[in-house]
């Protein structure tokens, strides 16, 4: 059974920075991509950024392009988000997804797995 479970989120204030984690477990996750995604309230589920496991490429939405960073580590089957210079805009509960080798799928609907989520709050 496949198990995603998210830490690090918070709150801080406009500029700062926050360090989600996913644990990841369950299954190898060699063919995976990692995803994360944030949903505001009243809003869409949103893609953020998503990693191949396998080879580390990455991509991101452009709203959070040169400030945000995903990256894994295969040791603690662990995928990480580093959010910096964080606006008002980036409040949302963050998203830990996986889906088994999609590497186009920026829909929610393409992601098979899911974390429960943390609350990430940026304050001006």
């Known amino acids: 059974q496949v198990q995603l479970v998210e830490s690090g989120g918070g709150s801080v204030q406009t500029g700062g920075s926050l360090r989600l984690s996913c644990a990841a477990s369950?299954?190898?996750?060699?063919?995976?991509?990692m995803g994360w995604f944030r949903q505001a309230p009243g809003k869409e589920r949103e893609f953020v950024a998503r990693i191949i496991w396998s080879g580390g490429s990455t991509y991101y939405a452009d709203s959070v392009k040169g400030r945000f960073t995903i990256s894994r580590d295969n040791a603690k089957n662990t995928v990480y988000l580093q959010m910096n210079s964080l606006k008002p805009e980036d409040t949302a509960v963050y998203y830990c997804?996986?889906?088994?080798?999609?590497?186009?799928?920026?829909?929610?609907?393409?992601?098979?797995?899911w974390g429960q989520g943390t609350q990430v709050t940026v304050s001006s």
């Open positions: 997804a996986s889906n088994r080798g999609r590497v186009l799928a920026l829909r929610p609907q393409m992601y098979d797995y």
């Open positions: 369950g299954r190898s996750f060699s063919n995976y991509v």
